[in-house]
């Protein structure tokens, strides 16, 4: 039985003891997430450089049985990097190098510890014709970390971020390493295809089969003017058709939809924001008036989508709308407490008006104002509905508050006929109770022949 | 026919499916395939088989006979398919049936109809001097030389009693009009077209010079047919062995009639009337137009189309022998269920045929999907008839 | 060796007896395909109806150790629907309903079987407002066959490989149970592969080998109420990158493709691209034309690159029918076949692509001919490479064959991946595969299929056969 310190030792000697600890200060810090998780403790923390670095880790881990836990952005808020089982937290971020931009075939090799600041960055000096999408998340937010857990943003009319994964490199339980994806057969990772899929049993499995160490993501082109036109939303049942609307042109670039309760607001506003790209003034002129033109005389008094041109907004309001990532983070701060976690639910588009007239009795039976956001993914093919809850982190009864509105709003999203994104243990428990049997009975023999010790972050899905 | 002649067309056949369809791919339209469902019974299954059979590397045998024969000749792949080729499709598959028919290899019902047809100049072996038996108590003349037309009845309109009214209905409208004509009653013989597509080159000849010698002898010039399917044999094939002859379905004579104002046809009862396009006229001789005309031109007559009419209508699966030989069977993916179907689905009172294959196998089909006393059966002669009758009350 | 009585007995009670077929005419028309690869032995040939029924002759095949392998209408041109190891063609085309269209949320729930003309109609008829991507294929090819084997069609440029517009699958697995994955197997709805541990990806690609799909979820767009196209014609394969990189960033095609050939004489050593555009007005297509007509100027590819408002009006049908008529090809040697090598590779390799397929071509006495679709705004390329042959010459369909073999050749050269490649295909594809991929890929097929009886000698390694 191996003992902790002959465990820090060895991994002492795979990446230094700069980039190794168990004292109780990191300890602490990766034992919880920004969110409203129950803190579990891990037992260490080690930061690899290298693909190698990270095979030797896991050689080591699968040995000896010791779970593994990867960490990026860590900024899920449902406690997806914190380990349930303790053992070896993984922090990726040194891995952080921008490997490969293919211009022509428009995608980016990257490692898991790029942060989305970085790429932005990085593309808008060296590449000003393309972008990723981005979701609307800190900058320190990692993009393999998003993508690999069906993250979604400002572009995914092309759909979620996980459909942009052209491939990847993983570091299986079992102490080998394999591309999936076309960079199995050729030096090029332009596509995860024609082959045999592969690449899916890495994505939303929360690193419970391998460890991504590469990955390759589709790239889009950056158009030389970007706008937003602003709507107020006046009725939730409207919202499939206005959706629908215009997702049938190929004419806008994002629709996005918040409610929420602004503190000096006597009640709930809900804006739709339309963002619309062009390379020529006559273009994007022409989008504006199209999308005007759709809403001008649209729906019954109560029912309408009512135009607010910019002069009408004040100029803080329309930066932060037209800001790339946009400042959600601005929400950890609305009870002054430093905290929020939300629960974001895949839906078909026909059921958002359920699911938000229902979000707003959960909001109001734990004492939120309604917060939430709403994203088409693709072409009306379904939407992500956010439902957040903020606390402060330093009242206790205010983060019980959340936890159980998160509760209740999985529950809300099951019963819909939603998924949950990105889960915490909760909701993943009941994910697990509503599914198809023998579809579990596959995810179970998939992990067992990928992590036969059950190292890979056990205790998600329901998994060791 | 013989298959060595289409050495060049049939293994150009790429087997893509287009043939299955309409041409707006609503509807898988193929009678046999949509029967039978495996790939041996469409005609790109039956194209390749008869390569194969060719070269030897299948052979003939009771079930390949049977895949040929369910074919009702109806003419929807050569509709769709894309290819230059696709007009000898038909061809191709009558030249396979030859072939087998040379083997001696045919189903038993196939042989039978040969059989009956040789020996009876019919396929129920009902006795010829019966043959006029559909007119008796009529005024119908027989034919005598001077007379303008021949109308020819053909095997179903002689002997099927249901066909048999469609017949005199016909018969008492040229009556009606004072049109010179007259029948051959017991001296008619069976035009062959069956025969022909069937397989049995050498009877369809014995049976088309022995017709083409009586009327001949007779003087006969023009004739109308009651079966678009004897329109088809002595419009395109009696050329071929010296019978020269002006033939037209009853339809077109009935479109001329009216079009030449020989015959105004009083005002009948309000009907919805859909109209079901036979094979034969439709998409073998084009002829979609004059039946429709002719409905039209009857006060009273509200014609709604199928959604699949024309070149797109289903075979109702009596062709290539099928009404007598029975191949391709009952069931509700019958064609001529699915016809049915697909004319009571119109709203329509009445289904108006033009074809005494296709009165035969509506007949059963309504009775089979339990529409007899929704859907009333007509031929367009008979509507006319109605119209007639009810003027005179 | 199972008693072939026994077995032929025990399908007759599952599906009926006009449903199995163990007669000459059968097996010989399912041991062959459209395509230049030589028939392979069948041993029983079953249409079932219902999933109950695929269930219970699954469980058969897998008591019995019977290779079993699905079949949609068959025009992959890769023999991959003819058994490398005899035993059950299953031929899927009974089980063909349209089970649910959801306009809202622009989704199809279908059988296996609903063929690309079956689904074109009814939403012709019912959802005018929608469409899904059609193939140049046609009618009667499945939809589930197209998106299964990562397929392409008139919706790829904008919307990606078919496959990505999967929402879901009902699978009958090796076992006989039966499963859903994707967002149908905890919802209703079949909206997405959703938010849960992807397991769909594991029936995309791998040939029926990991399991029989019965239902199929497919994304479905919206249908433009307009629609044109324009043309570019130039004659250096080498501005092609750069050129398709040009017009996929304005992001207003909704379709673009490019075809060299060298007859009729006058296309000969032509690139034509032609660039399909679509929009609910007028006015979207006006100014949609007006940015691709002048995306070249005032460029140093100016001269090079000539632009044409749209083909003569005479073809202008030809060009804007759904499926297009690609099938055609099968004639040009008057020999009723064709196959081509599809190649997927990144935008920057298809000059290469093309200068060096015109070599392989002329070796093997034919003229090259190529069409080329962009797919998913430029990601990447399906590069085909056609050759026709005459199926009475069988000298001409070892030339198609052999064109075939070293095209896959100079595709994984280049780093293209060749597209539903047949057996040998495969395996110059496995020979370039990260050995512990295929390690992992053949552990997973093992994993899901334990007896190998689904579509048994697919992705696998070379080996003697015995």
């Known amino acids: 039985m191996i003992t902790k310190d002959q465990v820090y030792n060895s991994i002492k000697e795979i990446v230094g003891d700069d980039f190794v600890s168990y004292s109780p200060e990191e300890l602490y810090i990766y034992s919880r997430d920004p969110g409203a998780s129950v803190p579990r403790m891990a037992d260490y923390v080690v930061m690899p450089k290298t693909t190698d670095d990270v095979l030797r880790i896991v050689g080591l881990a699968n040995t000896h049985s010791i779970p593994i836990v990867p960490i990026s952005g860590g900024l899920t808020l449902s406690g997806l990097a914190i380990p349930v089982r303790g053992g070896i937290v993984m922090d990726m971020r040194r891995m952080d190098r921008i490997l490969e931009v293919n211009e022509r075939s428009r995608y980016v090799i990257i490692e898991p510890g790029v942060s989305q600041g970085k790429l932005l960055s990085y593309l808008d000096k060296n590449y000003p014709q393309l972008r990723h999408s981005m979701p609307d998340a800190p900058p320190a937010a990692s993009v393999v970390g998003n993508a690999l857990i069906y993250g979604s943003g400002h572009l995914s009319k092309h759909g979620a971020h996980s459909e942009m994964i052209n491939g990847l490199e993983v570091v299986l339980a079992t102490g080998k390493v394999c591309k999936l994806g076309s960079c199995s057969v050729s030096p090029d990772w332009f596509g995860r295809g024609p082959l045999p899929d592969i690449t899916s049993l890495f994505i939303n499995w929360f690193a419970t089969t391998g460890i991504v160490t590469k990955l390759s993501l589709k790239l889009y082109p950056r158009h030389s003017k970007r706008d937003m036109l602003m709507f107020v939303l006046q009725d939730p049942d409207t919202i499939p058709d206005i959706v629908s609307k215009i997702t049938a042109t190929d004419m806008m670039e994002d629709v996005l939809m918040v409610a929420s309760k602004p503190p000096k607001a006597g009640s709930v506003i809900s804006l739709l924001t339309l963002y619309i790209t062009a390379d020529s003034e006559e273009e994007l002129v022409f989008k504006q008036d199209l999308f005007k033109d759709m809403f001008a005389d649209y729906g019954k008094e109560g029912s309408k989508l009512i135009y607010t041109p910019k002069e009408m907004l004040p100029p803080k309001l329309i930066r932060g709308f037209m800001e790339e990532p946009q400042y959600v983070a601005a929400t950890a701060d609305f009870k002054k407490g430093g905290g929020f976690e939300y629960v974001g639910v895949a839906m078909p588009l026909s059921m958002a008006p359920k699911a938000w007239k229902k979000g707003v009795e959960i909001a109001r039976k734990h004492g939120f104002d309604p917060l939430y956001t709403l994203r088409n993914i693709g072409y009306g093919h379904s939407i992500i509905l956010a439902f957040a809850y903020p606390f402060n982190r330093a009242d206790e009864d205010s983060i019980v508050k959340s936890r159980d509105a998160l509760a209740d709003t999985n529950e809300m999203a099951l019963e819909i006929g939603g998924t949950p994104w990105k889960s915490e243990l909760d909701g993943q428990e009941k994910i697990i109770e509503k599914m198809d049997p023998i579809t579990y009975s596959i995810m179970a023999r998939i992990k067992g022949l990928l992590d036969p010790n059950g190292i890979m972050n056990p205790g998600n899905w329901g998994m060791g | ?393 | 060796m199972p008693n072939r009585q026994d077995v032929y007995s025990s399908l007759i009670g599952m599906v009926g007896e006009e449903f199995v077929s163990n007669r000459p005419e059968e097996l010989y028309l399912y041991s062959c395909d459209s395509s230049a690869n030589p028939p392979r032995r069948v041993d029983y040939v079953v249409m079932p109806k219902e999933v109950e029924e695929v269930q219970a002759i699954v469980r058969l095949a897998n008591d019995k150790k019977i290779p079993i392998v699905p079949m949609g209408a068959g025009l992959n041109l890769e023999a991959l629907t003819l058994p490398v190891h005899g035993g059950i063609v299953m031929d899927m085309k009974r089980m063909d309903r349209i089970l649910e269209v959801n306009e809202v949320d622009r989704y199809a729930l279908i059988e296996a079987g609903v063929s690309q003309g079956a689904l074109i109609s009814y939403l012709a008829d019912n959802h005018p407002g929608l469409q899904h991507s059609v193939p140049d294929a046609p009618p009667s090819a499945t939809i589930a066959g197209s998106a299964l084997i990562c397929g392409y069609g008139h919706l790829s440029t904008n919307y990606g490989t078919h496959s990505e517009m999967i929402n879901g699958l009902e699978v009958v697995l090796a076992s006989g149970d039966v499963c859903k994955v994707g967002s149908s197997f905890i919802s209703p709805y079949w909206f997405g592969r959703g938010t849960l541990p992807d397991l769909t990806g594991l029936f995309i690609g791998w040939f029926g080998t990991t399991g029989i799909i019965t239902k199929l979820a497919i994304r479905l767009y919206p249908k433009p109420k307009v629609r044109d196209m324009v043309i570019y014609m130039m004659k250096d394969p080498s501005l092609l990158p750069d050129a398709i990189y040009k017009i996929t960033h304005t992001q207003m095609a909704e379709d673009v493709s490019i075809i060299g050939q060298e007859r009729p004489e006058w296309m000969k050593g032509y690139q034509i691209i032609s660039v399909y555009i679509s929009g609910s007005l007028d006015a979207e297509l006006t100014l949609k034309r007006q940015i691709l007509k002048s995306l070249f100027k005032n460029t140093h590819v100016e001269d090079k690159i000539t632009f044409i408002e749209g083909p003569a009006p005479e073809l202008k049908d030809e060009f804007l029918e759904l499926p297009f008529f690609a099938t055609k090809v099968a004639d040009w040697k008057k020999g009723g076949g064709f196959e081509y090598a599809g190649a997927i590779m990144g935008l920057d390799k298809v000059a290469r692509a093309w200068e060096q397929g015109m070599g392989i071509a002329h070796r093997h006495d034919m003229l090259y001919s190529y069409a080329i679709r962009i797919v998913d705004g430029g990601h990447h390329v399906l590069f085909t490479y056609s050759y026709p042959f005459n199926r009475a010459d069988k000298d001409s369909m070892q030339k198609a064959l052999d064109a075939l073999s070293e095209t896959q050749a100079l595709a994984l050269d280049i780093g293209a991946i060749p597209w539903k490649p047949e057996l040998a295909g495969q395996k110059q594809v496995i020979e370039k595969m990260d050995p512990t991929t295929f390690n992992l890929l053949t552990e997973i097929k093992k994993t899901l299929d334990p007896n190998g009886i689904m579509n048994p000698g697919n992705w696998e390694a070379s080996q003697d056969d015995s």
């Open chain 2, 1 to 393: 026919m013989i298959l060595e002649d289409y050495g060049d067309i049939i293994h150009r056949c790429f087997r893509c499916g287009y043939y299955k369809f309409t041409k707006d791919y609503s509807v898988v339209n193929c009678p046999s395939y949509n029967k039978f469902r495996m790939e041996t019974y469409s005609p790109g299954g039956r194209m390749w088989l008869i390569r194969a059979m060719m070269q030897g590397e299948i052979k003939s045998t009771q079930n390949l006979a049977k895949i040929l024969h369910t074919c009702t000749m109806c003419g929807n792949c050569v509709e769709e398919c894309r290819f230059k080729f696709n007009e000898d499709i038909m061809d191709i598959i009558t030249a396979g049936r030859i072939k087998l028919v040379e083997d001696g290899i045919t189903p038993p019902t196939v042989r039978d109809f040969f059989k009956n047809i040789y020996t009876n100049g019919n396929p129920w072996k009902e006795p010829q001097r019966e043959r006029g038996g559909w007119a008796k108590g009529t005024e119908m003349p027989l034919y005598s030389k001077g007379d303008e037309y021949l109308y020819y009845v053909g095997c179903i309109g002689s002997y099927d009693p249901r066909v048999q009214k469609m017949a005199r209905a016909f018969g008492d409208v040229l009556l009606e009009a004072g049109v010179s004509f007259g029948i051959l009653g017991q001296e008619e013989h069976c035009d062959g077209n069956e025969v022909y597509r069937m397989g049995e080159d050498g009877l369809f000849r014995y049976l088309a010079e022995k017709s083409i010698e009586l009327f001949k002898g007779k003087g006969i010039k023009k004739i109308i047919t009651l079966s678009p399917h004897a329109y088809n044999i002595m419009h395109n094939e009696y050329p071929n062995l010296g019978g020269e002859f002006e033939v037209l379905h009853y339809t077109q004579f009935l479109d001329k009639l009216i079009s030449d104002k020989r015959f105004l046809i009083p005002e009948g009862p309000d009907i919805n009337v859909t109209y079901h396009d036979p094979c034969f006229l439709g998409r073998w001789n084009k002829i979609y137009d004059e039946p429709r005309r002719v409905l039209s031109a009857i006060p009273g007559v509200n014609l709604l189309e199928m959604d699949n009419n024309r070149e797109n209508a289903i075979c109702c699966g009596g062709g290539g022998g099928n009404f007598y030989t029975d191949l391709i069977g009952s069931g509700d993916n019958s064609p001529s269920r699915i016809r049915a179907r697909q004319a009571y689905a119109t709203g329509a009172d009445v289904l108006a045929v033009a074809c005494p294959t296709c009165m035969t196998m509506f007949e059963d089909a309504i009775k089979a999907e339990d529409l007899d006393d929704k859907l009333i059966l007509k031929d367009i002669s008979e509507i006319i008839i109605d119209a007639y009758k009810l003027s005179k009350e």
